[in-house]
């Protein structure tokens, strides 16, 4: 019983933590989907929400309702659930990658300071709300919103913070960028 009090508290800890973050909240795309019943069609909105720190947490939701504001609130409800931490190096990602989602590629590559973020809508979203100034992407194949915003979070989720492979690798780190 002490145990299930005890988690209950570290719960509502958590809750109140993550209520006082402050997020920034994208809204990537809205749209209405149908479902084809016996006497019809049924229609109900689909909405992609991406939603970050702006110091290296991003996540990406999904959500589904029979109204716009709900499927919005499902949606930030789901990327808040699915953050992930981005290592940044001044400003931008420490080296190039490519990430996949179905028919979807994006390519990620650092770029040097006063670039800005060149990247399309799903991909640009998902790169600010990271906390990301400079960065150089190409959207390759698919550019369904939903899969360049999953493509773009799978690309983030593959970086390697530069410090960690010097320390993995037992080298100094001068000689990780060396190559």
Same mark, same amino acid.
């Given at each position: 019983?002490?145990?299930?009090?005890?988690? #209950?508290?570290?719960?509502?800890? %958590?809750?109140v933590a993550e209520e006082q973050q402050q997020w920034i909240e994208r809204l990537v795309s809205v749209k209405r989907v149908a479902k084809v019943v016996q006497g019809g069609r049924?229609?109900?909105?689909?909405?992609?929400v991406v939603v970050g720190d702006g110091n290296g947490l991003v996540g990406a939701g999904v959500g589904k309702a029979n109204e716009v504001a709900d499927a919005i609130a499902k949606a930030t409800e789901d990327?808040?659930? #699915?953050?992930?931490r981005v290592p940044l190096r001044r400003g931008t990602i420490p080296h190039s990658v490519i990430?996949?989602?179905?028919?979807?590629r994006v390519f990620l590559k650092p770029a040097s300071p006063?670039?800005?973020?060149?990247a399309g809508?799903?991909?640009?979203?998902?790169?600010?709300?990271?906390?990301?100034?400079?960065?150089?992407?190409k959207a390759l194949g698919s550019t369904n919103p939903y899969n360049l915003v999953a493509a773009t979070?799978?690309?983030?989720? %593959?970086?390697?913070?530069?410090?960690?492979v010097a320390q993995r690798r037992s080298v100094p780190l001068q000689k990780v960028f060396e190559g």
């Open positions: 019983m002490a145990q299930r009090k005890h988690a #209950n508290r570290r719960r509502q800890r %958590q809750r049924r229609f109900s909105f689909s909405a992609v990327a808040k659930k #699915n953050v992930i990430g996949r989602q179905d028919a979807a006063g670039t800005g973020v060149i809508s799903g991909a640009r979203a998902v790169l600010e709300c990271a906390g990301i100034k400079d960065v150089l992407c979070v799978h690309a983030l989720e %593959q970086l390697e913070d530069p410090a960690e």
